[in-house]
């Protein structure tokens, strides 16, 4: 992106060789001073911003209302532990449904060794609070895969041509995009690791609705139910017949893996 965003000045004929030399050590002055970055670039390209703002908006709300009634010190007071009690609540909710769902993974992929697949589950993005589920490198590449366990009774649909995911009427939007950024986060941290490009395709095995579908690629994360794991990386083996990683490369993708991305606690 431009630093300038302004019209070109006009010039009525040809510089000087002295105003020519004067530009050209004015652009190389300005070229070595970096461009501004945008204050809220990392913040708005965050995932986790629409759940912050519900916070943010839950714990306002208790504040004001606690201030008119008993004033500021017990209505700031109120607004933090509202923040508080959410951000408990939520990590607890997300801690025993995605457990679940991951320990029946962990077994499908374990299963899958003889085909040349291993896996690292829970693995910790650094700088952030984001945990990567599975990553699973195999003959077929390397994936990062999410498991999720949603409420049976609601139906899963998707849109592909819109890149949209529903879980009965709520949009599954911003598990998407989660799920893509750990994979890229993931690619970055393999590709400075190994000094080559590697690249790691998102992934979501859904656990409780029936999925009427075998594989649907969703603004370009593959989504499949959890009992057809196995079954999908088996056919990423086959699809990947004239591209394969070698034992070797497996095991030094892996290697690296283990050091770039550390266990979650």
């Known amino acids: 992106m431009d630093s300038e965003t302004g019209p070109e000045a006009k010039t009525t004929g040809p510089a000087s060789p002295a105003e020519a030399s004067a530009a050209g050590g004015g652009q190389a002055a300005r070229s070595l001073v970096p461009a501004p970055r945008p204050l809220l670039g990392g913040l708005t390209g965050d995932p986790r911003l629409p ?30 532990l509202v923040a508080i009690a959410d951000t408990v609540y939520r990590s607890r909710i997300a801690a025993v449904q995605v457990t679940t769902a991951q320990r029946r993974t962990r077994r499908r992929l374990f299963l899958l060794r003889p085909a040349g697949y291993v896996a690292l589950h829970r ?68 590709s400075r690791a190994l000094g080559r490009e590697i690249s790691v395709r ?9 999925i009427p579908w075998t594989v649907a690629s969703v603004d370009g994360v593959d989504v499949f139910g959890g009992r057809r794991v196995r079954k999908y990386f088996r056919r990423q083996k086959k699809a990947s017949r004239g591209s394969r990683l070698d034992a070797g490369q497996i095991e030094g993708i892996r290697a690296a893996a283990a050091r770039a991305l550390p266990p979650a606690r």
Request: charge should be positive.
């Open 202 to 210: 998102p992934a979501m095995a859904i656990y409780g609705p029936r």
């Open 123 to 190: 693995r910790a993005i650094p700088g952030s609070d984001s945990v990567i589920d599975h990553l699973v490198i195999g003959p077929a590449g390397v994936f990062a895969l999410d498991s999720e366990r949603w409420d049976r009774r609601l139906p899963v649909r998707n849109v592909s041509s819109a890149g949209l995911l529903y879980h009965g009427p709520f949009s599954q939007e911003q598990r998407l995009v989660h799920v893509t950024w750990e994979a890229a986060q993931a690619a970055g941290l393999l």
């Open 51 to 80: 759940l912050w703002i519900g916070r943010a908006v839950l714990a306002a709300a208790a504040g004001v209302a606690v201030m008119i009634w008993q004033g500021w010190r017990l209505g700031v007071t109120a607004a933090a």
